[in-house]
């Protein structure tokens, strides 16, 4: 089982995106909870929705401020996240249809958000403070 808690090591120095990050991380752990607490289908049915619909309007933000910015990486970046959304929905059409949330999807959940902040996401957040001058963001 692996944990996820926001440490200054996730940061992106990007006020807003370190915010949704958090709220994020958030997010996935109270998926984790409900499933390893044993909630009841309800309640992890219920938090999964949320996460959802919170990846997607998180990733579309990202997308929107790399766009405004001309990052050059903007299409590998985006087919990051598109891979991240598909996995996401067939969890939840699987949950949906009767199939128990695993330690290794929620395992997955967790990894790959922190490796994508700690990589791809530290790229375009250094790219988009370079371009601000670094007083923006500050």
Do not use: C
């Not at 949704?20 to 991380?25: A, G, M, V």
């Amino acid at each position: 089982m692996v944990f996820l808690e926001w440490d200054e090591s996730l940061a992106l120095h990007l006020p807003a995106i370190d915010s949704q990050h958090k709220e994020l991380i958030g997010w996935i752990k109270a998926l984790n909870d409900a499933v390893l607490k044993g909630e009841g289908a309800q309640v992890i049915d219920d938090v999964l929705q949320k996460l959802v619909g919170y990846v997607q309007e998180h990733f579309s933000y990202e997308e929107r401020l790399m766009l405004s910015h001309n990052f050059p990486g903007f299409t590998s970046h985006r087919q990051e996240h598109d891979f991240f959304v598909t996995r996401l929905g067939d969890m939840q059409a699987k949950f949906t249809n009767g199939e128990e949330l695993s330690i290794k999807t929620l395992d997955f959940l967790i990894l790959w958000t922190i490796n994508h902040i700690k990589g791809t996401d530290q790229i375009y957040g250094r790219f988009i403070r370079e371009a601000a001058g670094g007083s923006k963001f500050n």
